[in-house]
């Protein structure tokens, strides 16, 4: 059983930033991905870390990086720059031996 827990969400002006933190068990976890999903709209993959990778939607690159400790069993994703059609709630996402695991979501809401 995969567990996910989001935190770090809040509200923030356009340009500032938030780091998100996704405590993630077992430790044995090697790929997470961060989806968001806005009001309306579908959820969308953000960025995606493995053991010794990373990758970001388009929409992101530049502005969020995402990182590990697997110390703390811990994902990061740092966003920077935020924008207000950054307003999404952000969740955690493993696929495990083909059950797909979220946690419950953290909001991120920006003012213009």
């Known amino acids: 059983q995969v567990q996910l827990v989001e935190s770090g969400g809040g509200l923030v002006q356009a340009g500032g930033s938030l780091r998100l933190s996704c405590a993630f068990s077992?430790?044995?976890?090697?790929?997470i991905n961060w989806y968001r999903q806005a009001p309306g709209k579908q959820r969308e993959l953000v960025a995606i870390?493995?053991?010794?990778?990373?990758n970001y939607a388009d929409f992101v690159k530049g502005r969020f990086t995402v990182s590990r400790d697997n110390a703390k069993n811990t994902v990061y994703l740092s966003m920077n720059n935020l924008k207000p059609e950054d307003t999404a709630v952000y969740y955690c996402n493993v696929n495990h031996w083909g059950t797909t695991y979220w946690g419950q979501g953290t909001q991120v809401a920006v003012s213009s």
């Open positions: 870390i493995t053991s010794d990778s990373t």
């Open positions: 077992p430790s044995f976890v090697s790929i």
